[in-house]
């Protein structure tokens, strides 16, 4: 009942920036004057592109609808939310990239986090497989599609992905419990313990590339020990001395603060193995 909507930030609505673009900025497809609905011009009340309304979301943002491009929706969306400072939110991330930073070698069951889906990457109905998804089927599915995808390490050898659905006010997993927020609903389920620990993602782990956009990353904390050296040895769990941001401007987390690498840590494997299989 209570509809606890937290804005860190009020938010104004933009003006349209380019009001005689031909084409949406998101999926690149011309414009139409009338059919099909999903091709029309319309702008993005967040950045003020012009995008079609098969790339427009309907999100409530200080107190008022904002339709929103898939680009703002992915990454200005959950810095607005404050979740960037969750070490569990993991921004833009492929299914692929969740799966491997839940499966490193000192990840553990009950391991997790939180991720935006890429545009490309599941729909509700394209879960097992199916390639197809074109950019009618996503201007037919629309605000249906589940934005927040929960990766958890669910039995040594699966990842499982619940879409998290709903919005801000009412986001849930199932129909059994809705959560005016994502870290409502991830306390929820870290006190029930399906969730135990946040997965971390270190610098030096990473690959010259972001993962999500495979923007070239600065190469002072790819391993190449000759850049930026104060210590000539790879100790490898340092936090990076001034290098990756923790987010990439695609909204993939780059890297773990070096608080959040402790607290995982510290919680150990051995404690949640024993913990998860009694
Ligand atoms: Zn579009
Ligand atoms: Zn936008
Ligand atoms: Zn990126």
């Given at each position: 009942?209570?509809?606890?909507?937290?804005?860190?930030?009020?938010?104004?609505?933009?003006v349209p920036v380019e009001p005689h673009a031909k084409a949406c900025a998101v999926c690149h497809e011309a414009f139409v004057w009338f059919f099909p609905a999903a091709r029309r011009r319309s702008h993005c009340d967040l950045c003020g592109k012009a995008v079609c309304n098969g790339c427009l979301h309907n999100e409530p943002l200080s107190f008022q609808e904002f339709r929103m491009c898939n680009t703002c929706r992915a990454t200005s969306l959950p810095r607005l939310r404050g979740l960037l400072r969750y070490p569990w939110f993991h921004g833009r991330i492929s299914r692929d990239e969740a799966e491997r930073r839940l499966r490193t070698d000192s990840s553990a069951l009950g391991d997790f986090l939180v991720r935006v889906a890429p545009d490309t990457e599941e729909r509700p109905h394209h879960f097992h497989g199916g390639r197809h998804s074109s950019h009618d089927h996503a201007?037919?599915?629309?605000?249906?599609?589940?934005?927040?995808?929960?990766?958890?390490?669910?039995?040594?050898?699966?990842?499982?992905?619940?879409p998290i659905r709903g919005q801000e006010g009412e986001y849930f997993l199932d129909r059994t419990a809705n959560f005016s927020t994502i870290p409502e609903l991830v306390a929820s389920s870290m006190e029930s313990d399906m969730l135990d620990r946040s997965a971390v993602?270190?610098?030096?782990?990473?690959?010259?590339?972001?993962?999500?956009?495979?923007?070239?990353?600065?190469?002072?904390?790819?391993?190449?020990?000759?850049?930026?050296?104060?210590?000539?040895?790879?100790?490898?769990?340092?936090?990076?001395?001034?290098?990756?941001?923790?987010?990439?401007?695609?909204?993939?987390?780059?890297?773990?603060?070096?608080?959040?690498?402790?607290?995982?840590?510290?919680?150990?494997?051995?404690?949640?193995?024993?913990?998860?299989?009694?």
């Open positions: 009942m209570s509809s606890v909507v937290s804005m860190p930030e009020a938010v104004q609505k933009a201007a037919m599915e629309g605000a249906d599609m589940p934005l927040f995808i929960l990766s958890v390490r669910n039995t040594p050898a699966s990842v499982a992905h619940f993602v270190s610098a030096d782990t990473h690959f010259p590339v972001c993962p999500t956009c495979t923007a070239a990353l600065p190469t002072a904390l790819t391993g190449s020990s000759d850049n930026h050296g104060d210590n000539g040895d790879g100790s490898s769990h340092q936090q990076g001395g001034g290098g990756l941001p923790e987010f990439c401007e695609c909204g993939a987390r780059l890297a773990s603060t070096a608080e959040a690498r402790k607290i995982f840590d510290n919680i150990g494997f051995e404690y949640l193995h024993h913990a998860t299989t009694a």
